[in-house]
C-alpha cells in the first residue's frame, strides 16, 4: 500500500491542486490530506469608481481589468487568502458589524471547500484511491457537513469512526491541546485521552492500525514550536528563537501503550519530521502553505511493515 499524506493546507488552493496532482505523480492508493484545511483571513477587493483596490501586506494593489482583479484572486488563493469583491460601503458594514464579518468568512470559506472537493471528484478516481479530508483545530465545524455531503462521490470523513484503509484500521482526532488562540477545536489531556480511548474499544488489531491524529506527541522532533509571550510574540534573545514541546501527552502515551503501525500528524508546522516512537513510525510532514507550497510523505507499508518512505515538498 502506498500513501500520500499531508496536512495543514489552510486554505492554499495551490497546496490543494499540488495534493490532488499526487495521484498522477506518485499513483498512490490512499491520498490523505489531514487538519486545518481552510483559510484564516479574508482581504477586500473594493471597486472605486472604474477600477478595484486591493491592499495586502502594506502593499497596495490597483487593478483597472478583470483579468487583473482575477489574477490577484487567484494570487492569494494560491497562498491561503480569502477574497471579497465589495464596495467601500461594504467595507464599512463589515468593519462597523462583527457578526456581518464573521458571515463573510464563513460564506467565503464554505464557497472555497466546495469548490475544492468539487475538484477532488473532477480529478481523482475515487473509485481506484482512497481519498481522505480532515478538518483540523483551526475548522469550524460547518465544514464536516460539507465534506460528509461528497462521501456518496467517494470522499472519506474519518472522525468518529474507525476507517477500513486496504486492511488496516485508520482513526482520527481533529481536536488538540489547548492554544493561546482559542481554536474550535480543543480539548485538555484528559480529553484527549478519553476521546482516544472510546476511539482505541472500536479497534480489533492496535499494532496494524493507522493513528490520524492531528496533535502530535509530545516531547519529540514533531511538536517543536517558538514560545510565545504574553502578548503572542516571538520569544528570542540575540537573534535565537526559543523552542518547546507543545504536543500532547496523552497522543504520546496512547501511541506508546498501542504501538500502532503508524502516526500521522500536522498542526506545528515548524516540525516537520520522522522518527520512530517505540515500533511506531510518527510523521509530521510540516507546512509552507503560505508560501503555497506542498509538503508531504509518502508512506510504502508492505505485508504489515513500513517498508519505505520517501518526503515531498515543492
Not at 477586500?44 to 495586502?56: A, E, F, L, Q, R
Not at 492500525?209 to 514550536?225: E, K, R
Not at 507543545?246 to 501503550?257: D, I, T, Y
Request: aromatic share 6%; hydrophobic share 40%; glycine share 6%.
Amino acid at each position: 500500500m502506498k500513501l500520500f499524506f499531508s496536512a495543514d493546507a489552510h486554505g492554499s488552493t495551490e497546496v490543494w491542486k499540488k495534493w490532488l496532482n499526487a495521484c498522477v505523480k506518485h499513483n498512490p492508493d490512499v491520498l490523505m490530506l489531514c487538519g486545518d484545511l481552510t483559510a484564516k483571513s479574508l482581504v477586500p477587493i473594493i471597486k472605486k469608481d472604474n477600477k478595484y483596490i486591493c491592499h495586502y501586506f502594506d502593499k497596495k494593489w490597483d487593478l483597472e481589468t478583470e483579468d487583473e482583479v482575477g489574477n490577484m484572486e487567484k494570487r492569494l488563493a494560491s497562498v491561503g487568502v480569502l477574497t471579497l469583491r465589495c464596495t467601500e460601503t461594504e467595507v464599512a458594514e463589515l468593519q462597523a458589524s462583527a457578526v456581518k464579518a464573521t458571515k463573510a468568512i464563513h460564506d467565503a470559506i464554505m464557497a472555497r471547500m466546495e469548490e475544492w472537493l468539487d475538484l477532488l471528484i473532477e480529478r481523482v478516481d475515487t473509485r481506484k484511491v482512497i481519498a481522505v479530508a480532515m478538518p483540523g483545530n483551526d475548522d469550524s465545524p460547518d465544514i464536516d457537513e460539507l465534506i460528509k455531503s461528497y462521501q456518496d462521490k467517494g470522499v472519506v470523513y474519518p472522525l468518529d469512526r474507525v476507517v477500513d484503509i486496504m486492511g488496516h484500521e485508520l482513526v482520527s482526532l481533529a481536536h488538540v491541546t489547548p492554544t493561546p488562540w482559542d481554536t474550535p477545536r480543543e480539548m485538555t489531556e484528559e480529553q484527549l485521552e478519553k476521546e482516544i480511548d472510546k476511539l482505541m474499544k472500536k479497534v480489533k488489531n492496535p499494532r496494524q492500525a493507522i493513528f490520524n491524529f492531528h496533535v502530535p506527541p509530545y516531547g519529540t522532533s514533531l511538536d517543536m514550536a517558538p514560545e510565545l509571550t504574553k502578548d503572542l510574540r516571538v520569544k528570542s534573545d540575540m537573534g535565537q528563537i526559543y523552542l518547546s514541546h507543545v504536543g500532547s501527552k496523552a497522543v504520546r502515551a496512547a501511541l506508546e501503550k498501542y504501538q500502532p503501525l503508524l502516526g500521522l500528524h500536522g498542526h506545528i508546522h515548524e516540525s516537520d519530521a520522522l522518527e520512530r516512537l517505540g515500533e511506531t513510525v510518527i510523521i509530521n510532514p510540516g507546512s509552507e502553505y503560505e508560501k503555497g507550497i506542498l509538503r508531504a510523505y509518502i508512506i510504502e507499508i508492505v505485508e504489515g511493515k513500513v517498508d519505505n518512505y520517501l518526503r515531498i515538498s515543492g
